[in-house]
């Protein structure tokens, strides 16, 4: 195949473009997929959710489930248990600093799981909830990366390899020859402290840098009592603002950057734009972009740094947040910017214009505040640069304008 920026020919298997250092697998999430299912006996394996009729009893299933556990509704900040950091008595206890919650279906005993010294998990249903069924259709549900993987045997029971860290669903539909299904449904969480490696581009080369999260500073950060539930739900950007902050995570993540950085570029200043389009590359490429909606089951939540880098996955406004926190932790001035709900990370630079090239469909966006110039930075397009914003979002008479007319209530900018 040939690399879609420069041209050059490229294998198959590479991420990025060794001629220019393009991401040759756009946004896809640097955490590997680690579902590896074993015992199939069909050629059916590592396929993803293609029927209908499936679908259709998933989506039911997974909403029975979330009822009968009360949901994560809006008046709650996360999907966990209140418990986080703290294993229930049922839990199972993986190690010193980790462990595995099982709900659902898990707790009332039709659905069972349990993690061998080498690391397997075995999952299976009940006796009595798999009497009379022939075929078991598994799916297991990675929630932060939205991604799923089905698997249809004739035993009701399932082997994973390696599972990590994470939020998964488990959903098994049984099947007899009379035409009758079941279906069960049970959530895991595997929590602990996160160590990940993340590979992205920058400049024609790859970089690559570890994020390590406690899983301490991540609970903290889910049930901070710094700030109450109605800012954490609030759309203006005031609230989103008092999420930046510069924590253990943040701190580490850092100095790897600028470690990485300086190792490649030891003559190169780290405090101009070249620097900040560095760690947006980073922020751009490395974490999957999901809705508020699906993942919190709001409108709005903001998150913490910690938050977002444990799971990977963020909106525009927790990716703002962590940009915004990067760059202060690398000696920026920056903070954030929504216009009509869609979230900026912004930053002061001195004798800063804007890039040479602007992509099509972008425009540089500055605003003067306190007599400093602020570039408005797109936190979840790759390769848009420092100040490159849309075309759809502006600002004009000393207020931020959305396709021209002045932007929704709660928009502007703000800082920590």
Known sequence: MNCPNCGGEVTDDVPFCPHCGHNLEGRKHKRKLRFILMDVQDDRRFRHLASAAVITVVIVAVLSVLLALGGTGTTDDSPFS????????????????????????????????????????????????????STYTWILRDENTNTAQEITKNAPSLVWVSPYLGTYT???????????????????????????????????????????????EYADSVYSTSVPSSVRHSSDV??????????????????????????????APTDGPEYVNYILSFVQNCFKVGSDTYYHSTS?????????????????????????????????????????????ATVSLDRYTGPTEIPDGFHV?????????YYLCTVDEVSATAGCVSDAYGYSDDHFTYYGETASEGSGMAFP
């Not at 009379?178 to 970089?207: A, K, M, R």
């Not at 008092?242 to 990485?260: E, H, K, N, T, Y």
């Not at 966006?365 to 110039?373: Q, S, T």
């Open 82 to 133: 209140p418990t986080l950091g703290e294993p229930s008595s049922d839990a199972i206890i993986v190690s010193d600093t980790s462990y595995i919650e099982l709900r659902g279906d898990f707790s009332n005993g039709s659905l069972n799981a349990r993690l061998d010294s080498s690391g397997q998990m075995t999952i299976w249903l009940s006796g009595s909830a798999s009497e009379g069924f």
């Open 170 to 216: 488990v959903t098994v539909v049984c099947s007899s020859d009379t035409g009758s299904d079941e279906v069960y449904v049970g959530t895991i969480e595997y929590l602990g402290d996160i160590h990940l490696q993340y590979s992205f581009p920058y400049n024609g080369e790859n970089y690559t840098v570890y994020v390590d999260v406690a899983l301490d």
């Open 238 to 267: 005031a609230s989103g603002a008092r999420f930046i902050v510069v924590g253990d995570a943040v701190s580490s993540l850092s100095q790897r950057l600028l470690d990485a950085y300086t190792a490649r570029n030891p003559s």
């Open 300 to 344: 709005t939540y903001w998150a913490f740094p910690a938050e977002t880098l444990y799971t990977a996955v963020g909106d525009s406004g927790d990716l703002a947040v962590l940009t915004a926190s990067l760059l202060i932790a690398s000696g920026y001035d920056a903070g954030i910017a929504t216009v009509n709900g869609h979230a900026f």
């Open 365 to 373: 966006l500055r605003v003067i505040h306190d007599g400093k110039y």
